[in-house]
C-alpha cells in the first residue's frame, strides 16, 4: 500500500510572502524587505493595517500569480507522486477568497497532479495522510501523521518536528522513508 503526503501551498510551494511584502509595501508607502516580512505575521501588524491588508490578499487574483518557491519543487514533487499518493492542502479558509486562484495556480505549476487530492481546509487535523509538509507550526501540532516543518525565518526557533530547508532535501527524506 502507498503511503500519502499532504503538502501545504504557501511558502511551502508558493512564495506567498514574496508578493506579500510587494504589496505591503505598496498598499503602506513602506519599504519592507521580502526577509523583514518573513519576520511577521499578520498578527504583527497595526489592527486598521492588518484589516486593510487582509482585504487586499483576499481578492480573487491575489494567488493566481505567487512565483514558485523553489525551482526544485516541481520535480521533487513531480517523482514523489509516482511513488506516493500526493495531496495539496492549503489552508484556503483562512482567505476564502483565494480558490480559483489557488486552483488554477496549481495547475499551472503542477499539472501532473490530480485535481481531486487539492484540499481546501482551515485546520489540518482533518487531512489523514501519513506525512504533511508545511511550514506552519500550529498546523503541524494538529495534525496526526508525521509532521515535516518546512524551514523559515519565523519557525527557526521551533523543535520536535522534523525540519527540512528545500525540495532537494524533500527529496532525500524520502528517498530514505522508502528504504525504511
Given at each position: 500500500m502507498r503511503k500519502s503526503i499532504a503538502i501545504d501551498m504557501d511558502q511551502v510551494l508558493a512564495n506567498f510572502y514574496k508578493k506579500m511584502?510587494?504589496?505591503y509595501n505598496a498598499a503602506f508607502q513602506t519599504n519592507l524587505t521580502e526577509e523583514e516580512f518573513l519576520q511577521t505575521t499578520l498578527g504583527d501588524l497595526d489592527p486598521?493595517?492588518?484589516?486593510?491588508?487582509?482585504?487586499i490578499i483576499n481578492e480573487p487574483d491575489f494567488f493566481r500569480d505567487l512565483e514558485v518557491l523553489d525551482a526544485d519543487s516541481i520535480e521533487v514533487v513531480r517523482e514523489l507522486n509516482e511513488r506516493f499518493d500526493v495531496y495539496i492542502a492549503t489552508a484556503a479558509m483562512d482567505v476564502p477568497g483565494s480558490f480559483?486562484?489557488?486552483?488554477?495556480?496549481?495547475?499551472?505549476?503542477f499539472p501532473f497532479l490530480?485535481?481531486?487530492?487539492?484540499?481546501?481546509?482551515?485546520?489540518?487535523?482533518?487531512?489523514?495522510?501519513?506525512?504533511?509538509?508545511?511550514?506552519?507550526?500550529?498546523?503541524?501540532t494538529a495534525f496526526k501523521?508525521?509532521?515535516?516543518?518546512?524551514?523559515m525565518p519565523y519557525n527557526a526557533e521551533v523543535e520536535g518536528f522534523v525540519r527540512v530547508r528545500g525540495w532537494r532535501e524533500i527529496g532525500e527524506y524520502f528517498d530514505i522513508v522508502l528504504k525504511i
Open positions: 511584502a510587494v504589496t486598521a493595517d492588518a484589516t486593510k491588508f487582509f482585504a480559483n486562484a489557488k486552483y488554477d495556480w496549481l495547475r499551472e505549476h490530480n485535481t481531486q487530492n487539492y484540499v481546501f481546509c482551515g485546520n489540518k487535523a482533518v487531512i489523514n495522510t501519513d506525512y504533511l509538509i508545511d511550514d506552519s507550526p500550529r498546523q503541524l501523521g508525521q509532521g515535516i516543518l518546512y524551514s
